[in-house]
């Protein structure tokens, strides 16, 4: 089993599941960011840094996104490949996610550690009742 990114990446390519993969098996195509099978070690580090939720165990993968297997899989072929694929699905179902803002567009708990592309405030998050950090700059 390897770790698949789907469609939350399309245009995002946050990358970092880059920082944390121990052996370097994401790469950065024209649109999204895909996991060479053979070099992943299905250790998950990956899954729990993307800000888009876009990383899955492939046993995991939600069916409606079944063609990322194929996307993934094509790494050893390279972009010649994939961003074509991409491109097609994108296209076939409307791909328009909006860019991230600054780094994780969430709340993250303070017993994470923020993004360090943002600049964060601490405060009460309403609906959970405790403290937390908005990743999003300040205005």
């Given amino acids: 089993m390897t770790y698949i990114i789907a ?3 399309i245009d ?4 970092s599941c880059i920082d944390v993969c121990p052996v370097d ?8 960011l895909v996991i060479d099978p053979e070099e992943c070690i299905d250790c998950g580090a990956c899954e729990p840094e993307c800000p ?3 990383i899955f165990p492939e046993d995991a993968l939600p069916d409606k996104w079944e063609p990322f ?4 899989y094509a790494f050893p072929v390279g972009a010649a490949e994939i961003d074509p694929l991409v491109d097609a699905y994108a296209t076939e179902y409307n791909v328009q ?3 991230l803002a ?12 923020p993004s360090r592309r943002c600049f964060l405030h601490a405060s009460r998050d309403p609906e959970a009742g405790n403290l937390r950090f908005p990743v999003t700059p300040p205005l």
Avoid: Y
Avoid at 25 to 32: K, P
């Fill in 12 to 15: 995002i390519k946050d990358k």
């Fill in 69 to 72: 297997v194929k996307i993934n």
């Fill in 97 to 99: 996610n909006e860019p």
């Fill in 102 to 113: 600054c780094g994780k567009p969430r709340w993250e708990s303070v017993s994470r550690l």
């Fill in 25 to 32: 098996c994401i790469h950065e195509m024209g649109r999204m």
């Fill in 7 to 9: 469609e939350p990446c």
């Fill in 52 to 54: 888009v939720e876009a």
